[in-house]
């Protein structure tokens, strides 16, 4: 009887844990919205009136390589570096003449603040970048099997993006499926899903269909050589990676564990050598 009234209370206090966070969770996820209809928003306005064109373009484009993360747009991404620049600095401010350092740390904290926002638009460009190099041969496979089995290449692009796995490359081939759906050239929309996906694999793809169109070659040919090459190119760079790993693995092994044997094999040698008592 005691047990079961134990496991109802865990139960009951379980359940009131996740409401509770629950509740945490979709309080802050509305004060981040909230943060960003009013200060980001307002900042962001004040602020494209200043930051040059060339600047936005460039920011629009590392933005887009990261799939638009929160649908940010260059000038709230601006905002957003001025305003974790200005938390550090203050933050940076706070603990140098806490600590009586003095002014000397706080341009740092300032640079570092402001280098958050870009440091993460840049990592989820670089997931964004592995997750489609992933996914990209067994679309191909998808793809391949689909133009061989007699769809035309809109209609073979469509049953992939509705069996494929979902992720970037199943968003960027939706968007070029609508593209093409919408009656522009194959050859043109394949390209801009090669700028948008800013990888090399991606741009030999549109570049040798494109020339399979200009030359006649059957479509199911080229995606079959195509699809050979990629998984030949992903062996190899898992190969390339499997090689580094030991490189990599010297440094965690020289700063930690190979200190911490000397100090087990030769900690009780040297306790005796020098103190001369027993370990």
């Known amino acids: 009887m005691l047990s079961q009234l134990a496991a109802a209370g865990a ?22 919205r909230e943060f960003r209809r009013t200060v980001l928003a307002a900042l962001a306005y004040a602020i494209g009136r200043v930051v040059p064109a060339h600047w936005r373009s460039a920011i ?3 933005l887009r390589r990261a799939g638009r993360p929160g649908d940010l747009s260059p000038d709230e991404l601006v905002a957003l570096v001025l305003l974790c620049a200005a938390a550090f600095l203050g ?13 000397v740390a706080i341009p740092g904290a300032a640079l570092s603040g402001a280098a958050v926002p870009l440091f993460w638009v840049r990592d989820r460009a670089r997931a964004r970048r ?7 041969p067994y ?10 089995a007699g769809l035309d290449f809109a209609a073979a692009l469509g049953k992939v ?29 394949l390209r801009d899903l090669a700028d948008r996906a800013g990888m ?3 741009t030999s793809f549109a570049h040798a269909l494109a020339q399979a169109d200009r030359m006649g070659t059957p479509l199911g040919k080229i995606l079959r050589v195509l699809s050979g090459q990629m998984r030949a190119e992903r062996t190899q760079r898992a190969e390339k990676l499997a090689g ?32 001369g008592g027993d370990f």
């Open 60 to 62: 629009a484009e590392a």
């Open 244 to 275: 580094e790993a030991p490189v990599k693995l010297l440094l965690p092994l020289i700063g930690c564990i190979f200190p911490t044997l000397f100090l087990m094999l030769f900690g009780p040698i040297a306790y005796q050598m020098f103190l």
């Open 11 to 32: 139960a009951v206090l379980a359940a009131a844990a996740v409401t509770l966070l629950a509740g945490a969770a979709l309080h802050a996820v509305a004060v981040l």
């Open 139 to 148: 679309h191909l496979d998808l793809l391949t099997l689909s133009v061989e």
């Open 91 to 103: 933050a940076g401010a706070v603990a140098c003449f806490s600590l009586g350092l003095g002014a």
């Open 200 to 202: 090399p694999a991606l």
């Open 161 to 189: 993006v509705e069996k494929g796995r979902e992720g970037p490359l199943s968003d960027e081939l939706s968007i070029t499926l609508k593209e093409l759906r919408l009656g522009r050239i194959r050859e043109d929309a």
């Open 130 to 136: 592995t997750a489609i190099a992933r996914a990209l």
